[in-house]
């Protein structure tokens, strides 16, 4: 029972966490995205907005109740945390920092996914512990998603 408890707890948090960011942020045409943003790299700004689209749609549509289905979920953030890391570095600051905030924002994504998969899997060993811990990377992995948001303009910075 406890586990299960644990398990809808990582999931809130995760799902509360990704809806936190306005659709539009995230919209397919990605013009939101182009206006508010400072970054000058068009192309770059426009991958980010679709692959974040179709990151939290997969997100979005997950199985809980599939171990498969989150280490497949997992690997693709791996992925395409991966191909934000093997960018060439831009010149533009701005650019430079929409793509550290996506590394980072995937990062802790990632982090609570497999928090999901240790709990979906009964590995937990200290639940207290682990509850601290994914308070703790919910925390995290919330103000790595403002970061991101405030980055590209959708979201105004918190004092």
Known sequence: MRSRIIIV???????????????SSVSA??????????????????TVGTDLQANFGAMKDIDKADADKLVALISAQRDLRQKYEDMDLPTD????????????????TSDLLVMLLEAKQ?????????????????KRFQKNLNDLAVTVGVATPTP
């Open 9 to 23: 707890f990582v999931v809130v948090a995760l799902f509360t966490a990704i809806f936190a960011i306005p659709k």
């Open 29 to 46: 045409n990605n013009e939101f995205l182009q206006a508010a943003s400072t970054c000058k790299d068009s192309k770059l700004i426009t």
């Open 93 to 108: 600051q701005a650019c430079s920092d929409l793509l550290y905030y996506v590394v980072v924002t995937e990062a802790s």
């Open 122 to 138: 009964n590995l937990v060993k200290d639940k207290d512990s682990f509850v601290k811990d994914l308070d703790k990377q919910s």
